[in-house]
Nanobody, 122 residues
Framework: VQLQASGGGLVPAGGSLSLSCGATGIFRGIYVMGWYRQAPGKERELVTSIDSDDSAWYRNSVKGRFTISRDNAKNTTYLQMKNLKPEDTGVYHC?????????????????WGQGTQVTVSS
């Protein structure tokens, strides 16, 4: 199982960016998908997540600006980020809680994608 993230880049404050993260391989299913971020000198923090029923969670600082979605047929999650602020800068890592072929529901393993840089200039 592999997670491949794409997107990110450099934008001015107030700008928008989109990230995507797709899971490939053979597995039974994906429960939760989401994004963490880590800014220089700071601890990693959970930004947003979405479960298989499309129930989403957002940290307070991104509510109303970020939107997470997923396409279960493509095993992909998308993160739309609007009105970006300099404090949104960091390396964004996607993750997915995946039930592998050797597991039965509700067991899962957490898989990680490579980080993608988001830089918001002031």
């Amino acid at each position: 199982v592999q997670l491949q993230a794409s997107g990110g880049g450099l934008v001015p404050a107030g700008g928008s960016l989109s990230l995507s993260c797709g899971a490939t391989g053979i597995f039974r299913g994906i429960y939760v998908m989401g994004w963490y971020r880590q800014a220089p000198g700071k601890e990693r923090e959970l930004v947003t997540s979405i479960d298989s029923d499309d129930s989403a969670w957002y940290r307070n600082s991104v509510k109303g600006r970020f939107t997470i979605s997923r396409d279960n047929a493509k095993n992909t999650t998308y993160l739309q980020m609007k009105n970006l602020k300099p404090e949104d800068t960091g390396v964004y890592h996607c993750y997915a809680e995946i039930t592998t072929l050797t597991m039965t529901w509700p067991q899962f393993q957490t898989h990680w994608g490579q980080g993608t840089q988001v830089t918001v200039s002031s």
